[in-house]
């Protein structure tokens, strides 16, 4: 038996024996998921336990290194783990920003001494972080943010305000940028800091957005405070660590377009009607539906190629540029057409027989996507002048 | 299989594109235009093509090919797009050739394959007769004679005839359900073959057949017989089309970037105009989009995967939807000089509609990618 094998089998008999039978079932939506923190949300004990054994070997973060609380899997192991939590239908012992986003810029750009008090945490599901990025009045325009940080010997003073800040409401900690120089170019004098939510100069109020309740807040600084050894890089240069996760927010934004499982143009067909060759009836809607399908299906080509490309060290070309403009306007038609489809059934917006509005909400909600994370606009001035070498104006 | 082109493939690209830009571009395709030439591709050029083994990247080995498969093809087809490459590449080699592989007894493929790979006969495909690609309603007719049969009807859209030495012409046997297809030689008794220019300054042409006689081997495999081969090989033919269309979607593309680059209207390059970039940003994202699925594609057909209808017909509809944005922005995003002759950027935009056309068009592939998809 080859090692690999080896795993697998290993990994079968330990997850049969510890993942409980209520965590066997797929997950319904992001709340289903267990995202830990001092004031976890907990709707089944199970998820506790799951998580626990799951972090005990490593396995919440299984490509992380060992030191640092992670399973140290390589990436046929992790592909192996994946397979065999997909065979039992297992859900995710732990999904948080901090395994998500911080994690990946930690172990990019801190420092032994950051990694290792910050990311053994985040695999223990101990504190959950969120992410202090867009301002009132920098949200395209990220990089005037004006959040000030003032330098007070051993620690920063933070004064200012954060908004679309996402669970802020039940983060622990904030990765936060701030701008600790203005002096220069608008690019130049911003840090990323890390600091403790639970003190007397933060503030969080949620937002509530036209789809309903959203996990979105805004944050107020006044007098917060932020340790220097929480500095992440060098002080000034943190528009570079906000710039790599700004590339990892648009690509998990991206895969947003491709969640369906069901062809829309057949539930089109049993709802609207076919005629006597089954075609949908409705040929404008059936032309719709059509060009939809054939894009989102040639899109999901396209996430296919580039991933084959950088495996097989051709890099990562222009294409995925693409994706964040692309995958957001294909879930926003995708949305629409939903609504278009469904009928009357789609516009609740409360009660059961409307299944408590979740269609016209994620309609709703959907319109976001192409904003947040950078908007369709600016992914395409940035298509434009990067890749296409079009000059400024 | 990945959706990656290995080193091999990328060679040839490579090789191809070296090839046609120097024998075989817009400049030589002006040249032979302005000639009034009926052929209009230049047989010496051809020839060197043939050499190259060009013509037999597809035909499996046994039959004098190298059998390198469609994906192979398919790279080279994207270079003649890019070029605008006028040769019987697409009739006889994509199209032919894949329907007698397809549909022939072994006698009729050893006699006819190792010809096309060496570029010593040349067939045509004689199937649409109305104003567009109808593969189900056929008029055309064949009756049996003494050994033989005996064809009547009329054909459009036949590429390259008037070169052609051979058209396969799709007709109904009586007393068959399912189409046949008959070689017919060009010079035969009853058959007139009328060329047409057409838009993209290729030769196409129309057929009569007015009684025209065949002996008993001009019957291609079976009588009644040629209606799964015909399927797949326009498939094939359809993405090789697509290959061909993201080539010259591609080149226009790009033309007109280098433009937006260097033309100054009210003291600024008109690139900096963000009317102008977005509207290129978005047709980048479509031609990435277009070529994941030109390769996919290309890969079924050299997998034999069990979807290639409708990744044909989703490749055809996607390219003819790209190709046609991409060659009407290129003319309007070049203004005044776009609409000239001099100009190169219109012989794209000509060639790209009949590609588009033939083997069926948008309108056409979209239905039937609906109707695969169950809706």
Redesign the interface.
Same mark, same amino acid.
């Given at each position: 038996m080859s090692e690999l094998e080896q795993f697998r089998a290993e990994t079968r008999a330990w997850l049969e024996a510890n993942c409980p039978q209520s965590m066997r079932t797929p997950a319904r939506g992001f709340e289903d998921i267990y995202n830990g923190g001092r004031k976890p949300e907990i709707d089944h004990p199970d998820q506790k336990v799951w998580c626990d054994r799951m972090a005990e070997r490593g396995w919440t973060v299984p490509t992380w290194p060992k030191e640092y609380g992670g399973g140290g899997l390589n990436k046929e192991e992790a592909k192996v783990l994946a397979q065999e939590m997909a065979r039992i239908s297992a859900r995710r012992p732990l999904d948080s920003f901090g395994i998500s986003m911080l994690g990946p810029a930690l172990l990019q750009f801190g420092s032994e001494e950051q990694k290792k008090e910050h990311l053994p945490p985040i695999a223990r599901g101990e504190i959950r972080w969120c992410q202090g990025y867009s301002e009132p009045n920098a949200g395209s325009d990220l990089a005037s943010l004006a959040t000030r940080a003032e330098d007070q010997g051993d620690h920063y003073l933070i004064n200012g305000q954060k908004v679309w800040t996402s669970y802020a409401d039940k983060a622990d900690w904030i990765f936060c940028l701030v701008r600790t120089d203005s002096s220069g170019s608008k690019h130049e004098g911003i840090s990323f800091v890390l600091f403790d939510m639970d003190q007397p100069g933060v503030t969080v109020k949620p937002i509530k957005l036209i789809s309903g309740s959203s996990p979105f807040c805004e944050t107020f600084f006044d007098d917060a405070k932020a340790l220097k050894k929480n500095l992440i890089g060098e002080e000034g240069k943190g528009w570079t660590i906000a710039k790599y996760l700004l590339t990892h927010e648009r690509e998990m934004i991206s895969g947003f377009g491709t969640m369906s499982r069901e062809s829309l143009g057949q539930r089109a067909a049993k709802i609207v009607g076919a005629d006597a060759s089954g075609r949908l009836a409705n040929g404008v809607l059936r032309q719709n539906i059509a060009q939809y399908q054939l894009d989102a299906m040639v899109f999901g080509y396209t996430m296919a190629r580039i991933g084959d490309e950088a495996k097989a060290g051709q890099g990562l070309g222009p294409a995925s540029s693409i994706f964040k403009y692309y995958g957001t306007e294909l879930n926003k038609r995708r949305n629409e057409l939903n609504l278009a489809v469904q009928g009357e059934v789609a516009l609740g917006w409360d009660g059961d027989v409307y299944d408590g509005g979740q269609l016209s909400r994620d309609w709703l909600r959907s319109k976001g996507n192409s904003i947040e994370g950078g908007t369709t606009e600016v992914q395409l001035n940035i298509i434009a002048k990067r890749v296409l070498g079009l000059p400024d104006a | 299989m $990945?959706? #990656?082109l290995n080193e091999e493939q990328i060679m040839l690209k490579d090789s191809a594109a070296g090839f046609l830009a120097e024998k075989a571009a817009v400049p030589q395709l002006r040249a032979l235009r302005d000639s009034g030439s009926e052929t209009t591709f230049d047989a010496a050029v051809w020839r060197e093509m043939v050499e190259m083994g060009w013509a037999s990247i597809a035909i499996p080995e046994a039959f004098g090919g190298l059998g390198y498969g469609y994906t192979g093809l398919g790279l080279v087809l994207e270079q003649v797009g890019r070029h605008l490459s006028n040769s019987p590449l697409e009739s006889a080699v994509l199209v032919s050739a894949t329907l007698i592989n397809e549909l022939g007894s072994e006698a009729q493929k050893q006699q006819w394959l190792p010809a096309i790979a060496a570029g010593e006969t040349q067939f045509s495909l004689a199937l649409q007769e109305g104003a567009h690609h109808n593969p189900q309603q056929l008029a055309t007719t064949a009756r049996r004679e003494g050994e033989g049969y005996v064809l009547n009807g009329s054909k459009v859209l036949v590429l390259d005839a008037p070169s052609a030495q051979q058209f396969l012409v799709v007709a109904m046997l009586e007393g068959s359900e399912g189409p046949s297809v008959f070689a017919v030689p060009a010079d035969a008794a009853g058959l007139t073959v009328e060329s047409r220019a057409m838009v993209d300054s290729r030769a196409a042409g129309a057929l009569m057949l007015d009684n025209v006689s065949v002996g008993a081997d001009a019957l291609v495999g079976e009588a009644g017989a040629a209606g799964p081969a015909l399927e797949r090989t326009l498939d094939i033919a359809n993405i090789g089309l697509a290959a061909e269309l993201l080539g010259l979607s591609v080149e226009a593309f790009e033309r007109t #970037?280098a433009y &937006? @680059?260097e033309r100054k209207q009210f003291g !600024?390059?008109i *690139?900096? %105009? @963000?009317g &102008? @970039?977005?509207r290129? /940003?978005?047709l %980048? +994202?479509e031609l990435? &989009? +277009? !070529?994941?699925?030109v390769? =996919?594609a290309l890969q079924a057909i050299d997998e034999g995967a069990d979807n290639l209808p409708l990744l044909a017909s /989703?490749a055809k $509809? =996607?390219l003819c939807e790209v190709a046609q944005r991409a060659s009407n922005e290129a003319v309007q995003m070049h203004g005044g000089i776009g609409m000239t002759d001099e100009c190169e950027i219109g012989f794209f935009i000509k060639r790209a509609r009949v590609a588009q056309h033939t083997f069926g068009d948008y309108n056409y592939h979209?239905?039937r %990618? /609906? @109707?695969l *998809? *169950? %809706?």
């Open positions: - | $990945a959706l #990656v #970037v &937006l @680059q !600024r390059i *690139g900096s %105009f @963000q &102008l @970039q977005h290129a /940003a978005e %980048f +994202a990435e &989009l +277009a !070529r994941s699925i390769l =996919k /989703a $509809a =996607k979209l239905d %990618f /609906a @109707q *998809g *169950g %809706f």
